[in-house]
Structures are given as structure tokens and as C-alpha cells.
């Protein structure tokens, strides 16, 4: 787990229900987590400029379109973890929420266990590469970079959310190792369950499409009966290991895989 004090951990809560809002403000007081509250997005953009938050999350019940905008918005910005809140007549859906930028989506009515477990979640994700020395990943025109987050396609730098990053982290560092599902669930850190094979579906569609539409190759094969693999087999495939100072730029690379340790 990330074995950081509640002290120490900020979160930015946008949440225009007030029923809702003084529930999420009472859970985050009793653990004692830093906190801002608001239910204004102009303000919720405001202290995001302001501040450093540790994770995010969003319900915007009255407009659910601007909710997802503002988190396309963050995404833009920042690889925070980003939660979406919602109900289950409301016009949002967790595939809207996660082609937003979102890393995870809760449907209200929303538990302490809940909530508590969920950013427990995230912040084991998003803590889990923490290193001086940056350490980068390559795959033809792709690099990223294991310690910043940063991921170029080509020269085009592409945001990532939390849980892009730990599955292509993975593809990365073993790009012909065929993944299962289970373990796919396992790197994202969530347990299997109802939903869980869409959860999957979607985020891999994203990563598919972030790629492509930035002029990377087709890498993300679906292996039947098995799960994915990251590869493109008209490539010749080889491992590196190279370290590279955090401040500096990652070597030029070939059409290979590298990944650096």
C-alpha cells in the first residue's frame, strides 16, 4: 500500500449534490484526509491550478456533460487519479467516464468502505514507481518514461491516466508476454467481478486509439482464449537495459523493444 499518513495525502472533491457533498466531506474529516470541497467546476479548476492534489473526484449530477469535460480538461493537465462519481439513472456511464480521462467510476450511493478503498487504490497505483534515476521504456516510435509518466508517441507527448500507465508500463517492459485478463486485473489493482471484462475492454480500446491517433503502430493484439500481448509481429523484438538520468533525455532508439531497468 502507499504507507502514507492521511495528513498527507490532499483531495480535490467536485460534488454538486449537497447530500452527497457533506457525506464525502464527513468520510474525508473522520480519516482525516486534506481536503477541498466544492461544488462549483470554475472552482474545482481554480484550486487544481492552485494546489497539488493526490486524487480527484467528480459528480456533477445537475451537468453531467460538463462533469466529463472537466475531467477531459484535468487529464489534459495531470495524470492524477481521477474518480467519477454517478448514479445509475444518470445519462453518465462508466465507458463515457473512462473515455474522459477517468481511472475509476462509483455508483452512488457511495459507502465509506467504499470510498476509503478506492483511494487507497489509487494512491497505490499512482505511488508504485518512485525512483531518482528515470528509467525509460521503448517500443519502435513509443517511450515512456517509468518514473515520470511521461509517454511520447514520436514527438507527440500523449496523456495518460493512472491506469493507462500501469497497463502499458507492463506491455512495455514484456512486449511479447501474452497477459491474462486475471492479470490485467491484478496490475490495475481491482478485484474480478461484474464488469470487470468491460473495464478491461475499454481502457485497452483507449490506449489502442491514443496511439494510433497519434501515429503509432498497431500493437496491442488480442490473443484468443488468452488475453493481450504488446507486440507487432513484422517487428524484430530485443530487450535493454540502460539507466538515464531523470533530468535528462532518453537516448535515440531503433524499431526495437527496449526496456530499461
Known amino acids: 500500500m502507499h504507507g502514507l499518513d492521511p495528513a498527507q495525502i490532499s483531495i480535490l472533491l467536485l460534488e454538486d449534490d449537497p447530500v452527497t457533498l457533506n457525506r464525502c466531506r464527513e468520510i474525508l474529516f473522520q480519516e482525516g484526509y486534506a481536503m477541498h470541497v466544492t461544488d462549483s467546476i470554475d472552482e474545482a479548476k481554480e484550486l487544481f491550478n492552485a494546489e497539488e492534489f493526490h486524487v480527484l473526484f467528480i459528480h456533477v449530477a445537475k451537468l453531467p456533460s460538463q462533469g466529463l469535460k472537466f475531467c477531459t480538461w484535468v487529464r489534459r493537465h495531470s495524470i492524477i487519479p481521477i474518480v467519477m462519481l454517478t448514479d445509475r439513472n444518470e445519462s453518465v456511464t462508466e465507458e463515457m467516464a473512462i473515455e474522459a480521462g477517468a481511472d475509476d467510476y462509483i455508483v452512488r450511493p457511495l459507502t465509506k468502505k467504499i470510498m476509503l478503498m478506492r483511494i487507497a487504490q489509487q494512491l ?39 491506469t493507462e500507465f500501469m497497463i502499458i508500463r507492463q506491455f512495455m517492459k514484456h512486449p511479447k508476454r501474452v497477459f491474462t485478463r486475471e492479470q490485467i486485473l491484478e496490475i490495475i489493482g481491482i478485484r474480478e467481478g461484474p464488469g470487470t471484462d468491460h473495464i478491461i475492454n475499454s481502457h485497452i480500446s483507449r490506449l489502442r486509439i491514443k496511439i494510433r491517433n497519434n501515429g503509432g503502430p498497431e500493437v496491442i493484439t488480442v490473443i484468443r482464449n488468452m488475453g493481450y500481448k504488446f507486440s507487432n509481429e513484422n517487428k524484430s523484438i530485443r530487450s535493454k537495459v540502460i539507466d538515464v538520468d531523470a533530468h535528462s533525455h532518453p537516448k535515440p532508439h531503433s524499431n526495437h523493444a527496449e526496456y530499461h531497468l
Open 124 to 162: 497505490d497505483r499512482s505511488g508504485k514507481v518512485s525512483t531518482k534515476v528515470e528509467q525509460y521504456a521503448h517500443f519502435q516510435n513509443l517511450t515512456l518514461g517509468l518514473v515520470t509518466h511521461k509517454f511520447t508517441v514520436g514527438e507527440n507527448v500523449v496523456m495518460l491516466t493512472a
